[in-house]
């Protein structure tokens, strides 16, 4: 089972930038990837998820245009690129792999394709 830590949050004024990454104990290469977030008293929210062959996909309208998913040329990293940051986008943030992941639906919820996540790394947004 491969096991992934998240790094990279921090705190940021409003419209700044960060770059999470979670890092894999293994490659990468036979995961689907996913990031969803999880603020104070709100249910968790997708993010944004990267198929093994497919393009990346956004799953919150709020991030289009903003944050950027991608993986590493060795396999063994993801990123979540963050740019204009807001206030908005305070919580703490999770990857997680897994064997299949089809739609953004799923990062809501612990379902049976769901093979790790980690921690998480807290991103607070100033105004």
């Known amino acids: 089972q491969v096991q992934v830590v998240e790094s990279g949050g921090g705190l940021v004024q409003s419209g700044g930038s960060l770059r999470l990454s979670c890092t894999a104990s293994?490659?990468?290469?036979?995961?689907?990837i996913g990031w969803f977030r999880q603020a104070p008293g709100k249910e968790r929210e997708g993010v944004a998820m990267?198929?093994?062959?497919?393009?990346?996909?956004h799953c919150a309208d709020s991030v289009r245009g903003r944050f950027t998913i991608a993986r590493s040329d060795d396999k063994r990293t993801a990123y979540l690129q963050m740019n204009n940051l807001s206030p908005e986008d305070t919580a703490v943030y999770y990857c997680?792999?897994?064997?299949?992941?089809?739609?953004?639906?799923?990062?809501?919820?612990?379902?049976?394709?769901?093979?790790?996540w980690g921690q998480g790394t807290q991103v607070t947004v100033s105004s």
């Open positions: 997680a792999t897994y064997r299949i992941l089809t739609d953004c639906i799923l990062l809501k919820v612990d379902g049976a394709d769901l093979d790790s």
């Open positions: 293994i490659s990468l290469d036979d995961y689907d």
């Open positions: 990267m198929r093994r062959r497919d393009p990346a996909t």
